[in-house]
């Protein structure tokens, strides 16, 4: 069964940094393209960031966190992580890892909320 258990959010202030954690499992995560995802309240939940698995790493970012977030994984940990800097308010969401083509069961997420 696939599982996917976010970690590592929180409440930070604007200009501040958080690295989210996935841990994942239930599937063959050393090949597998893994994503992070955000859903702010009100709002659809959109893919921020992916990175592929396998040999050759491809790694794609929504624009609104290009050049502030940075996506990477852990093989051995089955393990993806989402470094967040420059958090802006409009950052705040809640944060889940999934597969970045045909998502399937979401975890619970993990809260992110910049606010001074």
């Known amino acids: 069964q696939v599982q996917f258990v976010e970690s590592g959010g929180g409440l930070v202030q604007p200009g501040g940094s958080l690295r989210l954690s996935c841990a994942a499992s239930g599937f063959i995560f050393r090949v597998t393209d893994m994503g992070w995802y955000r859903q702010a309240p009100g709002k659809q939940r959109e893919l921020v960031a992916s990175?592929?698995?396998?040999?050759?790493?491809?790694?794609k970012y929504a624009d609104s966190v290009k050049g502030r977030f940075t996506i990477s994984r852990d093989n051995a940990k089955n393990t993806v992580y989402l470094q967040m800097n420059s958090l802006k308010p409009e950052d705040t969401a809640v944060y889940y890892c999934?597969?970045?083509?045909?998502?399937?069961?979401w975890g619970q997420g993990t809260q992110v909320t910049v606010s001074s």
């Open positions: 990175i592929t698995g396998g040999g050759i790493t491809i790694i």
């Open positions: 999934n597969f970045p083509i045909g998502p399937v069961d």
